[in-house]
């Protein structure tokens, strides 16, 4: 039993005791004690007062006097006003060592047959472009998501719905038709999803011409510039090719088909080389080609149930006035389908693929308001978790000289900033001069190990919810709250491991009762107990950040203390065990925690 949970057996004893009532476990309020006060842990005295009708110093004193007598874990206590300071035994912080020491994946749960299953989506590619650095925050979220809900004790199924029908995948056919001249990914030496993506941007440089020409015409016909453009962007020709394009794709032409299933081929392809570099996977990919068929039923059944209603025009809509929003659009008056409707199609598929209790989506903030529909049409169709369906809402990832416009070419493509990041740790790295006696396969392993550390830590420490900046050169310092301070922090305490055995010190199992313990000590003991709480934390309230902030916490009070403490050269032997003990064990907490955040820890820097 943790040390908290014992102090909260007690303090029940005590309230009972000396005031004759019960108190539920809730009442309790133990918090760290404030780094200026003697103490370890505070109690909070003032939900006691009704009972003892006395004042809080007085209350807190006897409190104080019940728990020093009656609890062997606190060894003395003072009161601050309505505050009750507990300093717990040392002997209790060497068990708690003991209890961490033993247990591999400590502060994390185990799933169980009977556990929760819980479903995440993300990544959410269209197949006219290759990933870019919104996708990379998409991605590091949902895969660190996954690996922390895991961590709180539940099944997870890592899922991925890709974008690949729709007017915007005929642009890039219809281009590659066009100017194309049969280049293949083989020909051209570029990835699938590049190539592909070079044609959306030729398509959307030629329709712009198009609109111009157009435009300049329909204006010296007497139209005003607004009015001008908006047909010229209507009767473009090449739009309308691409609409066309669209027509025989839904009615299975089998040129189109063929094109179509051959130029996604490449993309994919493309995509799993990004996802293999950024470490991320999924265990069953949907594809809004197949799932739209199936939301068109779903809505057809709730039409026939009356869950919904058809115009006069033949469209389909969701009267949602009675839930606070207005009337949504479910199928066009042709009977095509909106995203909504493949939302509703792939939510159909996976409840038949799995027996979801939990469903989170990993999507950006622009889309607030289709979750919050999306969560009251899956209510009102009858998916048991629809109504409780996540949308963790995340904000957009901006560059020092601004936005991202993919149709523009623009975007920081996910490869490029991948090979950057990798490339601009080897150059740091040499210039620190971190990569002394190593064969140049490990350098180049090292450099993109803390590379991505370096990206993926800067991107998933900030609060998902708000938009972020993101700056290269910061993310690769090796000071600070970055992810390469805290890999250097980890390496530096496997090289300490790796010179004890070299010395032929054993790490023993368990620590006697009075191992010695400084401050500092016992500062790093309660800092790692407080792991299991950072990862329930981060699963409750969906957020990285949580994880990611408490690795940096505890690297730094770490390297507080082996500034002020030496551990190999320790006094005596037994402080020298403590020590070794202590940090084996942030070194193992360390690299617990940043596997949650899917990062890498270097044993060498």
């Known amino acids: 039993m943790k040390i908290e949970n014992r102090i909260c057996n007690a303090v029940q004893r005590a309230i009972q005791t000396l005031y004759g009532q019960e108190v539920p476990e809730s009442m309790i309020q133990l918090q760290k004690t404030r780094s200026n006060f003697e103490g370890n842990l505070t109690l909070v005295?003032?939900?006691?007062?009704?009972?003892?009708?006395?004042?809080?110093?007085?209350?807190?004193?006897?409190?104080?006097?019940?728990?020093?007598?009656?609890?062997?874990?606190?060894?003395?206590?003072?009161?601050?006003?309505?505050?009750?300071?507990?300093?717990i035994a040392q002997k209790a912080w060497v068990g708690l060592l003991n209890d961490i020491h033993a247990d591999e994946k400590f502060g994390e749960q185990q799933a169980t047959a009977d556990s929760p299953l819980v479903m995440i989506e993300y990544s959410s590619p269209n197949t006219n472009k290759p990933l870019h650095l919104g996708h990379v925050r998409n991605n590091l979220l949902g895969w660190s998501l996954a690996q922390i809900m895991a961590a709180n004790g539940n099944r997870v199924v890592k899922t991925n719905i890709v974008n690949?029908?729709?007017?915007?995948?005929?642009?890039?056919?219809?281009?590659?038709?066009?100017?194309?001249?049969?280049?293949?990914?083989?020909?051209?030496?570029?990835?699938?999803?590049?190539?592909?993506?070079?044609?959306?941007?030729?398509?959307?440089?030629?329709?712009?011409?198009?609109?111009?020409?157009?435009?300049?015409?329909?204006?010296?016909?007497?139209?005003?510039?607004?009015?001008?453009?908006?047909?010229?962007k209507a009767e473009a020709p090449l739009i309308k090719e691409a609409h066309e394009m669209l027509v025989k794709w839904e009615n299975n032409d089998p040129d189109v088909r063929a094109l179509w299933e051959m130029m996604n081929s490449w993309v994919y392809a493309g995509f799993d080389e990004t996802y293999k570099a950024l470490g991320v996977g999924f265990d069953k990919i949907y594809y809004e080609s197949k799932t739209y068929l199936e939301g068109k039923k779903k809505v057809e059944e709730g039409l026939a149930k009356g869950l919904f209603f058809r115009k006069e025009d033949n469209s389909v809509w969701a009267d949602l006035s009675n839930d606070g929003l207005d009337q949504?659009?479910?199928?066009?008056?042709?009977?095509?389908?909106?995203?909504?409707?493949?939302?509703?199609?792939?939510?159909?598929?996976?409840?038949?693929?799995?027996?979801?209790?939990?469903?989170?989506?990993?999507?950006?903030?622009?889309?607030?308001?289709?979750?919050?529909?999306?969560?009251?049409?899956?209510?009102?169709?009858?998916?048991?978790?629809?109504?409780?369906?996540?949308?963790?809402?995340?904000g957009m990832v901006e560059l020092p000289n601004g936005k991202m416009k993919s149709r523009e070419g623009t975007v920081v493509d996910a490869d490029d900033l991948i090979a950057t990041m990798v490339a601009d740790a080897r150059t740091t790295s040499d210039e620190l001069g971190k990569f002394a006696d190593m064969s140049e396969d490990e350098k180049n392993e090292i450099a993109r190990i803390v590379g991505l550390g370096a990206?993926?830590?800067?991107?998933?420490?900030?609060?998902?919810?708000?938009?972020?900046?993101?700056?290269?050169?910061?993310?690769?310092?090796?000071?600070?709250?970055?992810?390469?301070?805290?890999?250097?922090?980890?390496?530096?305490?496997?090289?300490i491991m790796r010179k004890a055995a070299a010395q032929g010190i054993e790490i023993p199992a368990l620590l006697p009762a009075d191992a010695p313990l400084n401050d500092k000590e016992i500062g790093l003991i309660q800092r790692m107990s407080e792991f299991e709480v950072a990862v329930k934390d981060a699963g409750k309230n969906y957020n990285p950040g949580g994880i990611a902030n408490y690795c940096y916490d505890l690297t730094k009070d770490f390297n507080q203390f082996y500034h002020d403490y030496s551990i190999l050269s320790a006094d005596t032997e037994a402080e020298k065990t403590t020590r070794l003990?202590?940090?084996?064990?942030?070194?193992?907490?360390?690299?617990?925690?940043?596997?949650?955040?899917?990062?890498?820890?270097?044993?060498?820097m």
Not at 179 to 201: A, F, M, Q, R
Not at 211 to 230: H, N, S, W
Not at 334 to 361: C, E, H, L, N, W
Not at 463 to 489: H, V, W
């Open 164 to 232: 690949d029908r729709g007017i915007h995948i005929c642009k890039s056919m219809l281009a590659w038709l066009k100017w194309g001249n049969g280049e293949t990914p083989e020909s051209s030496g570029k990835k699938g999803d590049h190539l592909i993506g070079d044609y959306y941007v030729a398509f959307d440089k030629h329709y712009r011409a198009e609109v111009e020409e157009l435009k300049t015409r329909f204006v010296a016909e007497g139209l005003d510039d607004e009015a001008a453009t908006e047909k010229a």
């Open 455 to 495: 990206l993926k830590y800067f991107i998933l420490k900030v609060d998902a919810r708000k938009n972020m900046l993101f700056n290269p050169e910061e993310s690769i310092d090796f000071n600070g709250n970055t992810g390469p301070f805290i890999q250097y922090t980890y390496a530096r305490i496997r090289s």
């Open 581 to 604: 003990v202590i940090a084996a064990n942030v070194a193992k907490i360390i690299k617990n925690g940043m596997e949650l955040l899917g990062i890498e820890v270097p044993e060498r």
């Open 45 to 87: 005295i003032f939900p006691f007062l009704k009972m003892s009708k006395k004042k809080p110093e007085d209350t807190a004193q006897e409190i104080g006097a019940y728990l020093a007598e009656h609890c062997d874990d606190i060894a003395k206590y003072n009161v601050v006003k309505g505050f009750l300071n507990l300093v």
């Open 328 to 394: 949504k659009l479910l199928l066009r008056s042709d009977g095509t389908s909106v995203y909504m409707t493949q939302d509703i199609g792939t939510a159909d598929m996976r409840f038949r693929d799995f027996p979801i209790d939990k469903m989170i989506y990993v999507v950006g903030n622009e889309q607030n308001y289709h979750f919050q529909v999306l969560s009251i049409l899956l209510d009102r169709l009858g998916f048991k978790w629809g109504k409780d369906l996540i949308h963790f809402s995340y």
